[in-house]
């Protein structure tokens, strides 16, 4: 039994190793086209906090509301008018269990990592940028805007109004809500990969592999 145990404990060591290994690499190694604000005119923006990445857009332009998608009554009373509108996807465990790392629960974690499980989208509205932590610019082409937005929403579980289907009254603070989700939370696809993915879809400047926000933050940086 204590044999058993001990194996078990070097082969998770060695996952564990190997995970953190090839993420350290691969979230250094970019591809993908930096979009030059000279050639664009839509603007959309990456943020970054302690925890995870997530996209912000106008909440309304010329191309698309999200306000008809997800009023913004759903979500909150507090802003009558809000500027911009922050979508992020992670592991409804892990949002619901722990708002930072202030908060840390290493079951939680563990959880979320190595068991696949369900996942949410969380929908917060701006008064402006400066309510984002790390704020980073994309400027998009109409077609590429367009495509962001529709990968975001293909994450969506929608009602038969076709609007998004918010899971509760839960939220973080007095201006986000959570909403039902498409796909699985697990180790091969955490809440970075999924803005990696968004990334990927504009074929914006992105790391190949990014299991954790450093590497978005990164190529956001390189020109």
């Given at each position: 039994?204590?044999k058993t ?17 090839l993420a ?9 086209e ?9 603007e959309?923006?990456?943020?970054s ?8 857009f106008?909440?309304?332009n ?13 979500v909150?009373?507090q802003?009558?008018?809000?500027k911009?509108?922050?979508?992020g ?11 930072t ?6 079951g939680v ?39 962001l ?6 994450y969506f579980v ?17 201006t ?8 699985s939370?697990h ?7 999924w803005?990696?993915k968004?990334?990927e ?14 590497g978005?933050?990164n190529a956001?940086?390189v020109?």
């Amino acid at each position: 039994m204590k044999k058993t145990l001990k194996y078990l404990a070097l082969f998770l060591l060695f996952i564990i190793g190997t995970y953190l290994g090839l993420a350290l690499i691969l979230q250094n190694i970019f591809t993908g086209e930096y979009k030059s604000q000279d050639q664009t005119k839509f603007e959309a923006y990456v943020s970054s906090s302690e925890i995870h990445t997530e996209f912000v857009f106008p909440v309304s332009n010329t191309l698309f509301s999200w306000n008809q998608f997800i009023p913004v009554s759903s979500v909150t009373t507090q802003i009558p008018d809000p500027k911009y509108i922050a979508i992020g996807w992670g592991s409804r465990n892990f949002f619901f269990n722990m708002k930072t790392w202030d908060e840390i629960k290493w079951g939680v974690i563990l959880k979320a990592v190595f068991l696949p499980g369900e996942s949410v989208l969380h929908v917060e509205y701006l008064k402006d940028l400066s309510e984002s932590p790390k704020i980073y610019p994309l400027y998009l082409t109409k077609d590429d805007y367009l495509k962001l937005v529709s990968f975001i929403k293909s994450y969506f579980v929608l009602d038969e109004k076709g609007h998004a289907q918010k899971i509760s009254e839960f939220s973080h603070y007095e201006t986000d809500k959570f909403f039902k989700s498409h796909h699985s939370y697990h180790m091969l696809n955490t809440c970075n990969m999924w803005t990696q993915k968004g990334l990927e879809a504009i074929d914006a400047k992105r790391p190949i592999w990014a299991p954790f926000k450093y590497g978005i933050e990164n190529a956001m940086q390189v020109h």
